[in-house]
């Protein structure tokens, strides 16, 4: 089994913050399912989640898997039906963290990431040895302006930031997504 077996990513639209720092609830984009599930499957992820509470984000969500995985799209791509197979909907993340620690009969290590560094910092290379070792880690990934602190108090680590040797960093979720995935899975 591929180390990638024993990471799962979540893409979470809530809770995160808007550019004032504010509590809000985020729109889920069809691109960003698209690409990470892509880039999830080439790299052999178990899971990839979407957290949102919201009934019509889910409705979305659902009606766009549907196209995908039992309709017209997945007969005239089935690559793009196999990398979609990854996606679960939640509404939230204790509930997340609970359905991984049923099904895998372990709690994750919850690892989030963030454009600034935050302390409490898991080196990549640390964290490649335990995916190695089997152990179950759960990623994080923030919509808009980054995770929320309600979303940051069931974590145990962080990624460090990535970085372009340059003064900006706004990288866009599916491109932070891909970087992660390459930095933790990628066979050298």
């Known amino acids: 089994m591929s180390a990638g077996k024993w990471l799962e990513v979540a893409l979470v639209h809530y809770p995160v913050n808007n550019r004032r720092g504010e509590l809000i609830?985020?729109?889920?984009?069809?691109?960003?399912?698209?690409?990470?599930?892509?880039?999830?499957?080439?790299?052999?992820?178990?899971?990839?989640?979407?957290?949102?509470?919201?009934?019509?984000?889910?409705?979305?969500?659902?009606?766009?898997?549907?196209?995908?995985?039992?309709?017209?799209?997945?007969?005239?791509?089935?690559?793009?039906?196999?990398?979609?197979?990854?996606v679960r909907v939640v509404p939230d993340l204790a509930g997340l963290y609970a359905e991984i620690t049923a099904r895998r009969g372990e709690?994750?290590?919850?690892?989030?990431?963030?454009?600034?560094?935050?302390?409490?910092?898991?080196?990549?290379?640390?964290?490649?040895?335990?995916?190695?070792?089997?152990?179950?880690?759960?990623?994080?990934?923030?919509?808009?302006?980054?995770?929320?602190?309600?979303a940051l108090e069931g974590v145990d680590a962080f990624l460090p930031p990535i970085s372009g040797g340059g003064d900006y960093n706004h990288l866009p979720v599916r491109s932070a997504a891909a970087i992660i995935m390459d930095r933790l899975l990628a066979v050298t």
């Open 25 to 86: 609830g985020s729109a889920v984009t069809n691109l960003d399912i698209h690409d990470i599930a892509r880039t999830g499957r080439t790299y052999g992820i178990d899971r990839f989640h979407l957290v949102t509470p919201y009934a019509d984000q889910q409705s979305l969500v659902a009606e766009l898997l549907a196209h995908w995985l039992t309709g017209r799209g997945g007969e005239l791509n089935p690559a793009r039906k196999e990398a979609l197979q990854l």
């Open 107 to 150: 709690a994750p290590l919850v690892v989030a990431t963030s454009a600034r560094a935050q302390g409490r910092e898991i080196a990549y290379q640390d964290l490649q040895k335990r995916l190695a070792e089997g152990g179950t880690t759960l990623i994080l990934l923030g919509t808009a302006w980054g995770l929320a602190p309600e």
